[in-house]
């Protein structure tokens, strides 16, 4: 365990070995700034700025007023060697063997002005994303829904191995953590009938994902190489992309998803830094497909192990988590899926948000959807005392949570949670 002079208490996500990135206010500071999670706090890099906080690091300070910015955007375009050393800069302001004591270990003051408690913090979010795409990459989770509606003999489509299946998703309804999800309306195929009804979404879904913002733009008409993939991911977050089932089985011939999951994807709000995950790296899921070259990685370590859990609280009783699953049961990483997406030319820019596609293991208590957990809504999913759950049922609270490493070292995410609120009345 890395000791600092912060008390950090057992079980923190955001221990020294962490450092994750978010945008935060507080009653006494209602502007959004720049901000690490560290223990129980926040420090707000924009008064840490200020007061000559980074004055054993000259790489940064030519671009400080990054940490005034209200995104994360202009720090994220500083690129990755920038990134790594503010972040071991500021672990090592908070060992307790500083090389650095004058800054904020023995200057009270800076403490008391810079250190937020984060029960006071509102979070905000991270990045300005101007394009959002949610990929496919666990084939757990592939499977499970091939086998749902075309058989374990077509459970995966023909080009599944063959490249990182995704679809454009909807950037202006990405929301922090804690933002309330309204049950969506729309379009829904009426078994009785064979024909489609209007009605509030009756098989509202969650799924477990991992995403990736980016910190580096390519122009148009120039792919990125596979091996300068990874120097464009500034870090990750864990991702909801909350799925109405019932309207995406209406929809989806012959384009896909479009507003069965349009109307919400929540993300949690601290980033954290690739860097931070390094240590965890292990290979994806073994893919015995012949990959073509602008797909191929030489380190098969691409992925992260990360665990990953599921929690559903209803509105009358205790949490239960419904779902353990981890970060290394991805088929692609990444960095091909970045790959591919760019192999068109199509441009990327800073603050791009990418989705791994829901996160399964290969165990129903590993399902990281209700989709697959209640097989299509025919095997309850128990809950709470005595309670089940086909799909998500109004004031129904999800949180994901994900985690590396061990107890005081560990390098979390925090929460990443969504309450559903009832539909509007629109049968009108």
Request: net charge negative; with cysteine; hydrophobic share 40%.
């Amino acid at each position: 365990m890395t000791k600092s002079w912060l008390q950090i208490p057992s079980g923190s996500p955001f221990s020294i070995a962490n450092i994750p990135f978010g945008i935060i206010s507080s009653p006494a500071r209602p502007k959004r700034v720049p901000a690490i999670a560290i223990g129980d706090y926040a420090l707000d890099l924009e008064i840490f700025t200020t007061h000559n906080g980074f004055s054993g690091l000259s790489t940064i300070q030519p671009h400080q007023g990054v940490f005034s910015s209200q995104t994360l955007n202009a720090f994220a375009a500083l690129g990755k060697p920038l990134h790594a050393a503010v972040r071991k800069y500021l672990q090592s302001v908070f060992l307790d063997a500083t090389p650095f004591p004058h800054v904020l270990k023995d200057n009270v003051a800076l403490q008391s002005e810079a250190l937020v408690p984060l029960a006071d913090v509102t979070m905000h979010m991270p990045m300005q994303i101007g394009d959002y795409t949610d990929f496919y990459a666990g084939m757990h989770h592939a499977h499970n829904v091939g086998v749902l509606f075309r058989g374990p003999d077509n459970a995966l489509q023909p080009n599944y191995k063959h490249l990182p299946v995704g679809y454009h998703g909807r950037a202006s309804s990405v929301v922090i953590s804690g933002t309330p999800i309204k049950r969506p309306n729309g379009q829904i195929l009426d078994m009785a009938t064979k024909r489609p009804i209007f009605s509030p979404c009756r098989k509202l879904d969650i799924e477990l994902e991992l995403g990736a913002f980016l910190c580096k733009s390519s122009p148009m008409g120039q792919p990125i190489p596979i091996n300068e993939a990874e120097d464009y991911i500034f870090g990750m977050v864990l991702l909801n992309d909350w799925s109405a089932r019932d309207i995406q089985a209406w929809e989806y011939v012959p384009l896909g998803p479009f507003n069965s999951k349009n109307f919400g994807t929540t993300i949690s709000p601290w980033i954290v830094l690739t860097d931070a995950l390094e240590p965890f790296r292990v290979k994806s899921m073994q893919n015995d497909t012949e990959l073509f070259a602008y797909l191929k990685q030489e380190d098969d370590r691409n992925v992260y192990d990360i665990m990953l859990e599921v929690e559903l609280k209803p509105a009358s009783g205790t949490s239960t988590t419904i779902s353990k699953t981890n970060g290394r049961n991805l088929l692609f990483s990444f960095a091909q899926m970045l790959s591919h997406h760019s192999i068109t030319g199509c441009p990327m820019n800073v603050g791009d948000l990418l989705g791994s596609g829901t996160i399964s293991g290969d165990q129903p208590s590993a399902r990281g959807s209700l989709l697959e957990q209640s097989e299509n809504g025919k095997v309850p999913v128990k809950i709470g005392e005595g309670e089940t759950r086909m799909f998500l049922q109004d004031g129904d609270q999800i949180t994901l949570k994900g985690f590396c490493g061990d107890d005081g070292d560990l390098v979390g995410f925090g929460d990443c949670t969504g309450l559903i609120e009832p539909a509007l009345d629109l049968a009108k």
